[in-house]
Structures are given as structure tokens and as C-alpha cells.
């Protein structure tokens, strides 16, 4: 039977919290008022949840977070506090806080929470001894991955942790800038997953506008706008019974943020000028590029949709920090688009590589191979050769290899990176987001943000 400790100043709270969930007959619960001895009690692992209070004397929950963190506890934390504060709350998140609710707690809500948080707890568990015997050879669905590049170690690690992560119904958040194949990870997913056989509906929410995405995502009843000339259903319908893969979930507007949690709290929406229930049977992954912490403390994504969605994380890493991985790419995309094209260019000289290696790749993996297609188009030699790789590149890679300058913000590097971009891409702004890996929503709004409308 799972073990469940609950910690908190009030002995009311707890009294109430080990009836209620004996009750149910599904855990055993032990119960601690005075948290100066939550450590002797976590520290040997014996238990599978900790429901923790943040506001207690002497040692606060911060406190036993912080020391489930540096001692690789294995326990899922569920806070229940009674203090709506936003800077206590993403200090818990980042401490690797499973959920976080308010007091008085909805029961069925606390229940289905600590379901999912044994659930989550078992999964660390497999998770953990995968990673002990890490190779390529022993993942169980290694032909998944083929189209997915790379030789690097923290990449081999993700490949493991998406078999595990695939075999449960939670939702999954997928962190990674844009271009570092966010997309291709959710796929693999729901190839491993028992959702297989059913649809995949990817959607990039950065390039709708609210009332359409809004109308395109739940569906929508005839009659219910201008327009609406017969019934429609949106992705979740299309999705049933598979998965979801929301991408830039940063960029959903906060009145689609509510109805998103209410479908996943609840399983059920409604179309757009219906008053009919529809059940939602759909795994939701969610991605983004953007720091999800500073967007809760802007007030632009709601925590509790984050902690809905954070159930399982995978952190995806920059081309930048996969360096070794490179050369390997380069190679499959000059194999790839040799053949697009009918070209016979047999190798990268060692020049173009040496190039490639020194750049930091703000558009990661998509860049790279935007750069690889644009100079076999040029190149009329059998090696690729610099002076095919394009412009934009060629003028960045010499201040970067050849200047010795005053380190810039990350802000102003940004601006002339795209500054570049938009001059090779003549101001087309659609060729220009392909290259930098971004939306053209995305890329309208640093246009926005820098003043570049100039360009």
C-alpha cells in the first residue's frame, strides 16, 4: 500500500487529512505537526507522497524541499497551502514540486492529485534504473528514433526517458528552443505509447489568433458567428482518443489557458455555441520555447495550468551544447538533400566544418539544415564548399571567429542575429522564421520588440 506523510503546523488539517484518505482505503498515512523532524522521517525514502505545508515555524516547506532536492529523495511533493503567493509558488516548482493547491482543497481533486503524483513516483523509479544501463542498443524502440540525429549522451538519456514517459496517460511538457526538434520528440511518443494507432494532431498555438484558435480548437455549432455556416469539430475532437501536441503553449492567450485546464481537470469541453458536454479523451503534450517560470510571475501563464501540464518533463538541449553532434548532422543533410535535388556533392570540406562548429546556432537543428539545403543549391564543386554557405551566416561566423569584441546581452546579440536574417531573407518574413527556427508570429513580435520595421 503506497505511504503517504503529511506535514503541516495545524493538527486540525492534518486530523482532517488522515480520515479523509484512510477512508478511501487505497494508502497509509502518517502525519507530523512539527516539521523539525521531517528530515529523520524523509531521509530514508519510506515514503511514496509528502503532502507539505509552505508556511510553518522553524522549518518551512521551502526548507524540506530544499532537502528532498540535495539528497535525491525519491518522493513526489503535493503542497497544500493556505498562502496564494506566485514567488512561493515557482520557488516550489523549480524545487521540483509535484503539484501545488490551495486550502480548503477540492477532495476529489486531492485524490485524483495523489493518484497521479504514486503514479509519477513509480515512473521516476524505472526512470532512474534506465539511466543506469544507458546505451542505444538496450532502448526498446530504438527504430523510433532513427530520423532524430545525434551521438550525444543527454540526448541518448531523453530517448529513455520518452519510452518510460510513454507509457502512462499523463501529459508531458517538452522545454527546448525553438528548431531542437520538440516536435519530432512528441512524435516518438505517441509511436511508443497505447494511443499508436490513433491520430496525432500537432498544433502550433503561436500562430492563431484568439477568437480563431479558440473556435478551431473546441469546434464550433453552426450559427454560432458570422460564418459559422455548419457544424465543425476542432483538435481535440480530431484527436480523440490520441494525442494532442500543443506547440508554444507560452504564446496561448490566458481565456484559452482556463478552458485548456478545465479540459484537462475534468476530460470534457464544450463546442463554440453549444451547450452539449463532449468527453475528451486525449493526451495533451505541450511544448515550449519560451521560460514558463517568468511568464506565471508576468501574470500570462496560470501555475495551476503549468503544474497540469508539467507532469513529466523533458528538457530538450541547444544544438550549441551538442557540439559533437554537428558534423554527423551536416553529413545526414548533405545525404538528404543530394538526393532532393539529384546533386553528387560527396563530402563538407573541413573548412565549412570547422565554420559550423565555431557558431552558436540560434536556430538550432532547423538552422543548420536550412543552411546545409541553401548552400547545395550553390555549390557546383563535389565538396561543399564556404563560399556556398549563405550571407548572413558567412558575416556572423567572421565577427565570431575573427573579431576579439566587448561581450554583448543576449537582447542585443538577438536583434543583430535577426537584423542579418532579415536582410538575406530580403524582408520576407516567412523565409526568414524558417531560418531562425521560429513562428512568423514569433518573429513579428521581436520585429515588434527591436524596432526593425525597416528592414
Not at 530544499?66 to 498562502?83: D, E, P, Q, W
Not at 554527423?328 to 532532393?340: E, V, W
Not at 573541413?350 to 539544415?369: A, D, Q, T, W
Request: aromatic share 8%.
Amino acid at each position: 500500500m503506497p505511504k503517504i506523510l503529511a506535514i503541516d503546523d495545524n493538527q486540525a488539517v492534518l486530523n482532517f487529512l488522515k480520515i479523509l484518505i484512510l477512508q478511501k482505503n487505497k494508502y497509509d498515512i502518517d502525519i507530523l505537526q512539527d516539521s523539525t523532524q521531517a528530515y529523520d522521517l524523509i531521509k530514508n525514502n519510506l515514503y511514496d507522497v509528502l503532502i507539505l505545508d509552505m508556511d510553518m515555524p522553524n522549518v518551512t516547506g521551502l526548507d524540506i524541499l530544499k532537502f528532498i532536492g540535495s539528497n535525491n529523495i525519491n518522493v513526489r511533493t503535493i503542497v497544500l497551502t493556505g498562502v496564494e503567493d506566485i514567488d512561493l509558488a515557482i520557488s516550489a516548482m523549480k524545487l521540483g514540486t509535484y503539484d501545488y493547491l490551495l486550502k480548503p482543497v477540492d477532495e476529489n481533486l486531492l485524490f485524483k492529485t495523489i493518484d497521479a503524483a504514486i503514479e509519477q513516483n513509480e515512473i521516476h523509479k524505472k526512470k532512474n534504473y534506465n539511466l543506469q544501463k544507458l546505451s542505444l542498443e538496450k532502448l526498446e524502440h530504438k527504430e523510433i528514433f532513427k530520423d532524430i540525429i545525434t551521438n550525444d549522451e543527454n540526448m541518448l538519456k531523453i530517448f529513455h526517458l520518452v519510452e518510460v514517459f510513454a507509457q502512462t496517460d499523463n501529459s508531458i511538457l517538452i522545454w527546448g528552443e525553438s528548431g531542437t526538434g520538440k516536435e519530432l520528440i512528441a512524435r516518438a511518443i505517441h509511436q511508443i505509447s497505447s494511443r499508436r494507432d490513433k491520430k496525432f494532431i500537432a498544433v502550433n498555438a503561436g500562430t492563431f489568433a484568439q477568437e480563431l484558435f479558440s473556435s478551431e480548437f473546441f469546434g464550433y455549432e453552426k450559427g454560432a458567428f458570422t460564418g459559422a455556416l455548419k457544424d465543425k469539430s476542432g483538435f481535440l475532437e480530431e484527436a480523440e482518443g490520441g494525442i494532442l501536441f500543443l506547440d508554444e503553449i507560452g504564446e496561448l492567450p490566458l481565456s484559452i489557458q482556463v478552458k485548456l485546464l478545465r479540459v484537462l481537470q475534468d476530460e470534457e469541453f464544450y463546442r463554440l455555441g453549444s451547450t452539449k458536454k463532449l468527453k475528451a479523451d486525449v493526451r495533451i503534450i505541450a511544448a515550449t520555447n519560451k521560460n514558463l517560470f517568468d511568464e506565471i510571475i508576468k501574470g500570462s501563464f496560470r501555475k495551476d495550468l503549468f503544474f497540469r501540464l508539467n507532469i513529466n518533463s523533458i528538457s530538450l538541449p541547444p544544438l550549441r551544447d551538442r557540439k559533437g553532434d554537428i558534423e554527423l548532422l551536416s553529413n545526414y543533410f548533405l545525404n538528404k538533400f543530394n538526393q532532393k535535388y539529384g546533386k553528387k556533392i560527396e563530402k563538407i570540406s573541413e573548412l565549412v566544418l570547422k565554420c559550423l562548429k565555431s557558431y552558436s546556432f540560434p536556430g538550432n537543428v532547423r538552422e543548420l539544415m536550412n543552411i546545409i539545403n541553401s548552400a547545395i543549391i550553390i555549390e557546383s564543386t563535389n565538396s561543399l564548399t564556404k563560399k556556398s554557405l549563405p550571407s548572413y551566416f558567412l558575416q556572423i561566423e567572421n565577427v565570431e571567429t575573427q573579431e576579439e569584441e566587448i561581450p554583448q546581452s543576449l537582447e542585443e546579440i538577438e536583434k543583430l542575429h535577426i537584423i542579418k536574417v532579415l536582410k538575406f531573407a530580403h524582408n520576407n518574413h516567412s523565409k526568414a522564421a524558417s531560418i531562425l527556427g521560429i513562428s512568423r508570429v514569433n518573429l513579428l513580435a521581436k520585429i515588434k520588440k527591436y524596432n526593425l520595421n525597416n528592414f
